[in-house]
């Protein structure tokens, strides 16, 4: 057994994944390298200060929530998707009747350009505040 | 915290009918998973508001391809893919993470005659700990999380990540050193405050 090999071997002891016929030899390096045996006794430490911290549990209400919280949301997203979806048809149902009627101010004609105005007024604050948050953005220099 | 076992009860019957567009399944699925879902978002991104948002998020995503997952395979390697990519992109987007805020504790019993100093002691060295595995990189503080808080092994973890098991080792090994490292860090820092009030 080598040294190099100490990165990989040294985990396997400490962890119990060695088998015994390697334990063995592992251990036997060992008495006679005192650099693999700090190297070992430095894991084994830390391996036993995280073995005593675990991540807190959150609270038995938090699990209760979970799933009611995650099931409305599911709810909303697809309600959202059948919005779109149908606000999608009335307005292509509506251009096509615009383009039928073409000259004439009709119904069709108001409703989309009243809701093309609300997209286009949307659209813009959108990309207005995207502009803003880049330029004020402190982290945007910071990388990973 | 949740065992892997308890992520294995997930029955074939359970996956195929979830795979069908079964809500009760969806829920079985999530309510045996949820707990390791949250604190390896937890362990990722630092926050719990963030955590618990993004472990949903991965849920969705998860039913949304539904017909992808094969329904032969377990659940949980294939979902913690999805689950890890939510996270690192949100981390990516936000260029930072608030690990200070990862809750973590130690599992000793705080017993009534325990003395002041040592529960500092206990306090100081669980600050130390969280602000080592904050300053890991995602890459390391992922091996440490489902090794040492989620107990999975080698075999799992090269299951979950998709690596060679001598890869797990390898990257375990690093991980340990960081941390090692930013321990010894903390201590040297900690000793000099130490010296120069003294």
């Known amino acids: ?144 | 915290m949740s065992r892997p076992d308890q992520v294995e009860e997930i029955s074939r019957e359970t996956l195929r009918a979830w795979r069908s567009g079964s809500v009760d399944a969806f829920e079985r699925i999530v309510k045996l998973t949820m707990r390791r879902t949250y604190s390896i978002a937890l362990a990722l991104v630092g926050d719990p508001d963030d955590a618990r948002d993004l472990s949903q998020d991965a849920y969705i995503a998860a039913h949304r391809a539904r017909r992808r997952f094969d329904a032969e395979k377990p659940f949980f390697p294939w979902f913690y893919r999805i689950l890890k990519n939510k996270c690192l992109n949100f981390i990516k987007r936000r260029k930072r993470i608030k690990s200070a805020e990862i809750p973590l504790e130690l599992i000793e019993d705080w017993d009534d005659e325990c003395s002041p100093d040592r529960q500092l002691a206990r306090r100081d060295k669980v600050m130390a700990v969280r602000k080592a595995i904050s300053s890991l990189s995602p890459e390391h503080r992922e091996v440490i999380l489902l090794h040492t808080f989620e107990e999975l092994s080698y075999a799992e973890i090269s299951r979950f990540l998709g690596i060679p098991a001598g890869t797990v080792m390898s990257r375990l090994f690093y991980a340990r050193k960081a941390l090692m490292g930013a321990l010894g860090a903390l201590d040297e820092r900690n000793g000099k405050r130490e010296g120069n009030k003294a």
Not at chain 1, 1 to 23: A, H, L, V
Not at chain 1, 42 to 71: A, N
Not at chain 1, 97 to 116: N, P
Request: one cysteine or more; hydrophobic letters at 40%; charged letters at 30%.
């Open chain 1, 1 to 144: 057994m080598k040294c190099s090999w100490m990165e990989i071997d040294c985990m396997k002891y400490i962890d119990g994944e060695m088998n015994e016929r390697d334990r063995a030899d592992f251990e036997m390096h060992l008495e006679g390298c005192a650099k693999c045996r700090e190297i070992l006794q430095d894991f084994q430490e830390l391996k036993s200060l995280t073995g005593r911290i675990k991540m807190r549990d959150p609270t038995d209400e938090f699990w209760d929530g979970y799933w009611r919280s995650l099931y409305r949301r599911i709810e909303r997203k697809t309600g959202w998707l059948f919005i779109v979806l149908g606000a999608a048809m009335l307005v292509t149902y509506g251009a096509y009747r615009a383009v039928q009627s073409f000259g004439t101010i009709t119904f069709e004609k108001v409703a989309i350009a009243v809701f093309l105005i609300g997209v286009v007024i949307l659209l813009i604050s959108v990309i207005r505040e995207r502009i803003h948050q880049h330029k004020t953005d402190p982290y945007k220099k910071v990388k990973r």
